[in-house]
């Protein structure tokens, strides 16, 4: 089946009323025929009728066994750590969303979890981290900012030998893209704020499972601690989802233009993105992805954050702002906004340099969006002739 129809079909037709949309059912609780029995709801917080349709789809587009829909990608992200006890170790990418390493590091660290970080785009990186309190690794492919792709079969091999949780962070790639669990993932999360729900316009996070057992468990979690997602959200993700695979493609087909075009840029150092052949995995990630992504992110030959910060306050069409995956462009300079809450030594050691841009690539047409950042970067170099006289 297509992966359009397989979107559509994921989401069914109004079984009371025919209603081809989603209804949102809008209701803290549910009135029970007999006590304890009732249609499958009794409260939202344990279940909704508007949440389950997107729960249910989005564990269909992944090939889980579950799907659970949180108030933020954060909050999804929390759920599975509550997974672990007291002296468990996880296995993290090095290059992880700034929001995942505060709340690993600043959060559950301080209740005995140790968390060791490592480059996984060297699968034996991983494997060499393995110890016998590690309980869960933990990889984003692509990362976020520098776009880094981990081979995810063979780091389930090594989770699997082991008997580990593999969790894989699947937000840059979206379902229509990339199937971790057919790689032998156990876990997904995805901050759905981002492609999935894809207009910019809500906050939230998506857990699939892979299994019963892990499905019962983050149900539980879910249930106890209640950061689920509100129903009028939930719909709002659903409507997103609908047109899911016609958005990547088009991010996709964008954002492979205009990393084309910054690689002959003279001001530009690095171009991070996995379409190009020149990128570090770029074969695995064709082996992996249906589509490259939209996100791109770049670094300049003079490594100045005061001239990077010129390029994306100077740009017109793409937003300066945080967050990613919306049908309009975003540019952002992650040491000053997405990655600020990580030390400088360990976010350089990742990658993420002074003058790294990042560009969420939106519908725009390619071309307009290339004069802008041209645009943008010719203004800068004008205004820092001193500096910039070495790209002359």
């Not at 589509?291 to 791109?296: A, L, P």
Request: glycine residues 6%; negative net charge.
């Amino acid at each position: 089946m297509k992966e359009q129809t397989l979107i559509l079909n994921s989401l069914p037709i109004d079984p009371l009323t025919g209603s081809i949309s989603t209804p949102i059912y809008q209701t803290s609780t549910f009135v029970q025929d007999a006590p304890g029995v009732h249609k499958g709801f009794d409260y939202s917080r344990s279940n909704n009728p508007t949440r389950k349709v997107l729960e249910d789809c989005i564990a269909k587009l992944e090939n889980g066994h579950a799907g659970f829909a949180f108030a933020s990608g954060l909050a999804a992200i929390d759920a599975v750590i509550k997974l672990l006890e007291a002296g468990d170790e996880i296995i993290a990418v090095d290059d992880i969303y700034g929001g995942a390493f505060r709340l690993f590091t600043h959060v559950y660290q301080k209740f005995g979890i140790k968390i060791n970080y490592v480059d996984s785009t060297n699968s034996q990186n991983v494997a060499d981290a393995v110890t016998d309190k590690t309980k869960l690794i933990w990889i984003e492919s692509p990362t976020n900012p520098t776009l880094k792709v981990s081979d995810i079969r063979t780091i389930a091999k090594t989770a699997r030998q082991h008997n580990i949780i593999l969790c894989v962070d699947n937000t840059f790639a979206s379902p229509v893209s990339q199937k971790p669990i057919d790689f032998g993932a156990d876990i997904i999360v995805h901050s759905a704020t981002k492609y999935i729900a894809g207009h910019s316009d809500l906050i939230a996070g998506l857990v699939v499972t892979s299994t019963p057992e892990l499905s019962e468990k983050i149900k539980f979690i879910q249930n106890a601690s209640g950061a689920i997602l509100g129903p009028f959200d939930s719909w709002l993700v659903i409507r997103g989802i609908e047109t899911l695979n016609l958005r990547v493609k088009q991010h996709a087909e964008n954002a492979q233009k205009i990393a084309e075009y910054l690689l002959e840029e003279k001001l530009v150092k690095n171009v991070y993105y996995p379409g190009l052949p020149s990128h570090h995995n770029h074969e695995i990630a064709k082996s992996q992805q249906k589509y490259f992504g939209g996100v791109i992110a770049f670094d300049l030959v003079i490594d100045d954050k005061e001239l990077a910060s010129q390029i994306v306050s100077g740009t017109k069409l793409f937003k300066l702002a945080e967050s990613l995956g919306g049908v309009k462009s975003l540019c952002c300079l992650p040491c000053e906004m997405t990655h600020k809450s990580i030390p400088a030594e360990k976010r350089y050691g990742s990658g993420v340099t002074d003058s790294l841009i990042r560009l969420s690539v939106g519908l725009e047409d390619a071309d307009d969006l290339i004069a802008d950042l041209k645009q943008a970067i010719e203004a800068a170099v004008k205004a820092n002739a001193d500096k910039t006289a070495v790209t002359a």
